[in-house]
């Protein structure tokens, strides 16, 4: 079946611009994670939906960054007035459920660069 | 607090050799570790993960990895590399959410597996 899938693949802006990203996870996942990656390091967690359930909203770096998420279905992540150190590889992930030993699923990735 | 450590940024080794791509971890109640596989310009693709029984547990493409408690690690193996194996791996862990832990999954900074002809 379709595995997650991020839009745009790649996206370049100026500084002081909004950026919004998207997300659609694998049908039928209840979670949804968003991480950010920066060149040459880990995975940095910013954000996880689960269900109904109030966001887990503890990684995010700053308030430029939002994230919402449609019931169980596509997600965006918007960084407002983006600065060139939010240039990132931003991932996205999705899982069966948020507990228990369900590995997460992750989409390709959107690469966004800050000029 | 949750973490995972990698403590080797590269790991060399030539083709059809045996291969470790360490790991150890921190988190309180018993953990839920995990390995992932990452190719250039790619996303994370999932080898395996370690939830209970076995210590030893089985992934794809003949990866494999031990689960030893009293060390606290998460190690990542295969009896032969293969070139096509060259990639960044991560290891990540998951606590009990019942032991207080968050549920996020918490990554390593990644190891680069660089396997030589």
């Known amino acids: 079946g379709a595995g997650v899938s991020q839009s745009p693949s790649n996206k370049v802006t100026e500084k002081g611009k909004d950026v919004e990203l998207r997300c659609d996870p694998i049908?039928?996942?209840?979670?949804l994670y968003w991480y950010r990656q920066r060149l040459g390091q880990g995975l940095e967690f910013l954000i996880y939906?689960?269900?109904?359930?109030?966001?887990?909203k503890s990684g995010l770096p700053s308030d430029r960054f939002s994230a919402e998420r449609t019931g169980e279905s596509v997600s965006t992540l918007t960084i407002q007035r983006t600065q060139q150190e939010d240039s990132a590889v931003y991932l996205c992930?999705?899982?069966?459920?948020?507990?228990?030993?369900?590995?997460?699923?992750f989409g390709p990735g959107t690469r966004l660069t800050v000029t | 607090a949750q973490s995972v450590a990698q403590p080797e940024d590269q790991v060399n080794v030539a083709e059809g050799n045996p291969l470790t791509v360490k790991c150890t971890y921190s988190?309180?109640?018993?953990?839920?570790l995990f390995w992932y596989v990452q190719y250039p310009n790619r996303g994370l693709q999932f080898l395996l993960k370690?939830?209970?029984?076995?210590?030893l547990v089985k992934g794809s493409y003949g990866f494999e990895a031990e689960f030893n408690k009293s060390q606290t690690s998460f190690h990542l193996k295969k009896p032969s590399a293969l070139v096509s194996d060259s990639a960044l791996y991560f290891c990540?862990?998951?606590?009990?959410?019942?032991?207080?832990?968050?549920?996020?999954?918490?990554f390593g900074q990644g190891t680069t597996l660089q396997v030589k002809p």
């Open positions: 370690y939830i209970t029984g076995d210590n």
């Open positions: 992930a999705s899982s069966l459920a948020r507990v228990a030993g369900y590995e997460q699923y």
């Open positions: 939906f689960q269900g109904n359930s109030a966001p887990d």
């Open positions: 049908s039928g996942h209840t979670a």
């Open positions: 990540a862990v998951r606590g009990n959410v019942r032991s207080g832990n968050t549920g996020k999954l918490i």
């Open positions: 988190v309180s109640g018993n953990p839920y």
